[in-house]
């Protein structure tokens, strides 16, 4: 099940696409789940992941590097950062979700390659769990959809260097 206002796209095939994914290690049992997601529905939709396109760092924080180092090693349609942040006592948890946003938001536009950002922003654990493959649908799997359209549509795009100013840091 999807979250709501989620609209599940057409059948679309990963057939071909290189997709890699990144994931954090704290609130492992989370983010496990979002990684079974992903991938499970990169591979339905005719996608191979190979282990070597898959890296775990420790924290969500670290996902925009991950993605960096991934891009680095090799040519990706689409990155997919899966990240949890529970909300504490104090704010630290915005700071990460703004920081990690930002980054995944700026890399991608250097890199012309999507990283999505698959990072469950909760208030509590019962609420990462219930988008962790439960009752709000598993944000890993929507991330993974969300990989598959982008790299479709990068794609399909005339092959065009970026006219706004862009220069990438990774020598495209």
């Not at 019962?126 to 790299?151: F, L």
């Amino acid at each position: 099940m999807a979250s709501k206002g989620y609209q599940t796209p057409d059948k679309v095939s990963a057939n071909g696409l290189r997709i890699g994914i990144v994931h954090a290690q704290w609130n492992s049992e989370i983010t496990s789940k979002l990684l079974e997601g992903a991938r499970s529905t990169l591979e339905a939709a005719g996608g191979t992941v190979l282990p070597e396109h898959i890296i775990q760092v420790p924290g969500s924080f670290e996902l925009p590097m991950g993605a960096r180092i991934l891009l680095g090693r090799d040519k990706f349609d689409a990155i997919i950062c899966l990240g949890c942040l529970i909300k504490g006592d104090t704010e630290h948890d915005t700071y990460i979700a703004q920081s990690v946003a930002q980054g995944l938001t700026m890399l991608s536009l250097q890199s012309n390659t999507a990283c999505l950002f698959g990072v469950i922003t909760a208030l509590n654990m019962e609420q990462a769990i219930a988008r962790a493959g439960g009752d709000h649908g598993n944000k890993g799997s929507e991330a993974a959809q969300s990989a598959i359209q982008m790299a479709l549509i990068k794609k399909e795009q005339p092959k065009a260097k970026p006219t706004i100013g862009f220069k990438s840091p990774l020598g495209d």
